[in-house]
C-alpha cells in the first residue's frame, strides 16, 4: 500500500513552481473553449423553446430511453460543462500540484506542465463537445431522428475523453 501511495503522491517531492508561458496553441485552446462553451449555451437555449415538456434524460447502453424529465434539464448540462470549464483554468495555474508519469526535475518541469496544461485545455473543450452532442441527442431523440447515430453515441464519448489522454501519457513519458 505504501509503494501505491508513493507512485500516486508528489508530497516528499520538491516541484519547481514556474508561471509557464502560453503559446499560440494555448491561446487556441482557450478560444476554442469558450467557443464551445458559448455554443452549448446557446443551443440550450436555442432548443429549449421548441422541445415538447417532457424529454429524454437518459438513455441506455443500446442508446434507447430509459428516462424522462422536464426540459429544463437541458441547462444541468452546461452548468456542469461550465463548472468543469472554469475549474479547469484554475487548475492550469497550479501545474506543480498534478501526478505525472515522470519525476519531475528542474529540468523536465517547463516541458511536463506546458503538456499537462494542454490536456487539461483539450479535455475541457472534448468535454464540452461530448455535452453539445448529448444536449442535440436528446433533443432530437422525440423525433426519431438518432435511431441511426444512437450506436455511435458511447463509442464517441469514448475517444473524446480516452484519446487525449492516451496521447498526453505517450508524449509525457517519452521525456524524463
Known sequence: MTEIKKIFSNKNEIRPKLIIELTVLDR?????GWFFLTLLW????????SLPEIIPTHFNIKGEVD???CKSILFILPAIVSIVFFVSIILTRFPHSFNYPVKITEENAS???????????????DITIVFLIVLIFMS????????KFSVLLLPLIIAFTTVPVLVYLI??????
Open 28 to 32: 487556441f485552446l482557450n478560444l476554442a
Open 42 to 49: 446557446g443551443t440550450a437555449f436555442y432548443l429549449y423553446h
Open 67 to 69: 428516462s424522462y424529465g
Open 111 to 125: 516541458r511536463q506542465y506546458a503538456l499537462a496544461n494542454k490536456l487539461i485545455r483539450i479535455m475541457s473543450i
Open 140 to 147: 432530437n431523440y422525440p423525433a426519431g431522428e438518432n435511431s
Open 171 to 176: 508524449r509525457a513519458s517519452k521525456e524524463k
